[in-house]
């Protein structure tokens, strides 16, 4: 089954072409990174808008990458939530529309499920069962993964998630956008132990994660200075060890609770180098592997939507000429493909 995937639901544009059988064919993403950058952050409203503008040429471009016509798709995947509601409905309204007149089925696929499933872009991919640890600007939460559809929540944030606090960290160090990669790499600069900042609930059992405090901590820590460069990196360097080890601890505790050996890291911050190399030896030395998709596949991707959808578009799964987007969606709501209603259109 050849599948179409779709992307839209923040601040990328993305479209990928996935064979079940031959793998991924073409993955196109445009980031409109440069468009929000004056506005120190995504402007929903201008998303939206560049979404409409770049979709449709790109899914040519990606058609004439994988080197397919139209008529070869067997099936459209397209994010459905969570997300902005606006970008969301680009995506949907184009894949409903294309599934319409192509006359083949339509999923909408949970942004999060994609970011679970994105190990199967890579060779090598772990089997089930896993622990994943999803970190991103919109959610951190470990997951037990035992199959498509099969989530378990073992625990979340209860307020920001690690890119967010990443981001409000940058904007405070006066580093421009996006705030994550800015502060990461100046991190690299800086000394450690200058500044100890606290590592949110680790002093207490279970497995969810806060990080406000972490963020008013290295507030009131610069609060009333005037910092050089140096200063600088080193409240960078401080805040990201305070980051790295909180996520560490709490992937191994996850692994110990569910007895399972195996952490896969998605997400955007996935991306980040010193949690991937702290992960990758603490993982190890517990006598079990981490495994990290390549940072492409970390950040948004339509690839990873065009795997999740294959599954369940192969299940049978397919949705009523209705355009679908939710802003809001929790992961525990997804049942694996055939266990939810198909319906034809």
Request: charged content about 20%.
């Amino acid at each position: 089954m050849i599948v179409l995937g779709i992307e839209t639901s923040c601040d990328e544009t993305a479209v990928a072409v996935y064979d079940g059988e031959k793998g991924l064919l073409a993955n196109r993403v445009f980031s409109q990174v440069e468009l929000h950058r004056h506005h120190g952050g995504v402007v929903p409203e201008l998303a939206s808008r560049d979404h409409i503008e770049r979709l449709l040429p790109m899914i040519r471009e990606a058609l004439a990458e994988a080197g397919i016509e139209a008529q070869a798709i067997d099936g459209i995947a397209y994010t459905a939530g969570p997300g902005l509601i606006g970008a969301l409905l680009v995506g949907a309204s184009v894949a409903r529309s294309l599934g319409y007149a192509w006359g083949v089925p339509v999923v909408g696929v949970h942004h999060l499920e994609g970011h679970l499933l994105a190990p199967a872009l890579e060779p090598g991919a772990p089997e089930f069962p896993f622990v994943a640890l999803q970190v991103s600007g919109g959610h951190t939460m470990l997951v037990e993964v035992t199959g498509v559809g099969r989530y378990r929540i073992l625990g979340e944030t209860q307020d920001d998630a690690a890119g967010e606090a990443f981001d409000k960290t940058a904007k405070l160090l006066g580093l421009g956008y996006p705030g994550g990669p800015a502060l990461a790499a100046l991190a690299e600069q800086g000394r450690d132990g200058v500044f100890e900042f606290p590592r949110p609930m680790l002093d207490r059992p279970g497995l969810d994660f806060s990080f406000s405090g972490l963020k008013t901590a290295v507030v009131v820590a610069v609060r009333g200075r005037t910092l050089d460069q140096a200063a600088r990196a080193d409240v960078a360097r401080g805040f990201e060890n305070a980051m790295v080890d909180t996520l560490v601890t709490k992937s191994l505790r996850a692994l110990c609770q569910t007895g399972l050996r195996t952490l896969v890291v998605a997400g955007g911050v996935g991306a980040n180098r010193r949690l991937r190399e702290a992960l990758t030896r603490a993982v190890a030395k517990a006598g079990g592997r981490a495994f990290f998709p390549r940072p492409e596949f970390c950040t948004d991707n339509a690839a990873m939507i065009a795997v999740a959808g294959q599954h369940r578009l192969a299940a049978g799964e397919c949705e009523e000429l209705t355009v679908r987007a939710r802003a809001r969606w929790p992961l525990d709501e997804l049942r694996a493909p055939g266990e939810t209603h198909a319906s034809t259109h």
